[in-house]
C-alpha cells in the first residue's frame, strides 16, 4: 500500500535555483493537492487540481508551478528559489465525492525544503 | 470564505487527564469540519469528521469531538490522555473553491506529561 508516495523528502537549494517535488499517488483519486506547512500557521493550500488537465491556485501560489498530465502524478515545480520559500511541502489526495469535501484527505510524508 | 482558529497552539495535560483542544471555525455555508493528526516526522491522519450527520463524532484512539453551531466551534476531547498522544492536532474546515480544499488552522502541539 504505497499511498501518497513524495520525493524527495529533503532538498537543499540555494536561491535562485528552481527544482521539482514529486507527487504520485496509487489510489486512482481524482483530487490532488499541495501544501505547506510553517509554524504556528498549519497548512496552507499552494495549488490543487480536481482532475488530469486542470489545475488551480490555492491560497499561496505565487512562486509555484503545478501540471497534471496524468491521475496518479502532481509535480509541483519551484521555479526560483527563495529563503521564503523554506517550509515542509505535503501532497495530498482524494476521492471525489459529490460537491462536497466529505471524503478523507490522504497525505504523503513530507518533503523538507531549504533554501539557503 | 472559510477559516479555522485553533485557540492555544500548545497544550500540556498530566497522562490520565483530560484533553480538550478548542478549534472554531467561520464559514459562510453548512461545514464539513475535519481533525487532523500529526505525529513527529510524519504527514496528517484523520482522527475524525462531521458531515452534518450526528453532532457528537467519534474518531480513532478515543478522541471525538462535537460540533455546536451556535457557538462555531468543534472542539477535540479525549477523556484520559496517554503519552502516546503526544503530537500536533490540526482542525480542517471544507473550502469553498471548485475542489473544496481544506482549510487548516494553525495547530495545537499537545504534549503529555508522565
Known amino acids: 500500500n504505497a499511498g501518497v508516495t513524495q520525493t524527495p523528502k529533503f532538498q537543499v537549494l540555494k536561491t535562485g535555483q528552481s527544482m521539482t517535488l514529486q507527487c504520485a499517488q496509487d489510489?486512482?483519486?481524482?483530487?490532488m493537492s499541495w501544501y505547506r506547512q510553517d509554524p504556528g500557521m498549519g497548512l496552507r493550500l499552494i495549488h490543487y487540481?480536481?482532475?488530469?488537465?486542470?489545475?488551480d491556485q490555492g491560497e499561496v501560489p505565487n512562486g509555484y508551478n503545478v501540471s497534471r498530465s496524468t491521475t496518479e502524478d502532481f509535480p509541483l515545480r519551484l521555479l526560483s528559489a527563495a529563503p521564503s520559500q523554506t517550509s515542509v511541502y505535503f501532497c495530498?489526495?482524494?476521492?471525489?465525492?459529490?460537491?462536497?469535501?466529505?471524503?478523507?484527505?490522504?497525505f504523503g510524508e513530507g518533503s523538507r525544503l531549504t533554501v539557503l | 470564505a472559510q477559516s479555522v482558529t485553533q485557540l492555544g497552539s500548545h497544550v500540556s495535560v498530566s497522562e490520565g487527564a483530560l484533553v480538550l483542544l478548542r478549534c472554531n471555525y467561520s464559514?459562510?455555508?453548512?461545514?464539513?469540519l475535519f481533525w487532523y493528526v500529526q505525529y513527529p516526522n510524519q504527514g496528517l491522519q484523520l482522527l475524525l469528521k462531521?458531515?452534518?450527520?450526528?453532532?457528537l463524532v467519534k474518531g480513532i484512539n478515543g478522541f471525538e469531538a462535537e460540533f455546536k453551531k451556535s457557538e462555531t466551534s468543534f472542539h477535540l476531547t479525549k477523556p484520559s490522555a496517554h503519552m502516546s498522544d503526544a503530537a500536533e492536532y490540526f482542525c480542517?474546515?471544507?473550502?469553498?473553491?471548485?475542489?473544496?480544499?481544506?482549510?487548516f488552522g494553525g495547530g495545537t502541539r499537545l504534549m503529555v506529561k508522565p
Open positions: 462531521y458531515t452534518s450527520a450526528a453532532t
Open positions: 495530498a489526495s482524494r476521492m471525489k465525492s459529490g460537491n462536497q469535501n466529505t471524503g478523507e484527505l490522504f
Open positions: 487540481s480536481v482532475g488530469a488537465g486542470i489545475t
Open positions: 464559514s459562510s455555508v453548512p461545514p464539513y
Open positions: 480542517a474546515v471544507s473550502g469553498n473553491n471548485a475542489g473544496n480544499m481544506l482549510t
Open positions: 489510489m486512482n483519486h481524482e483530487y
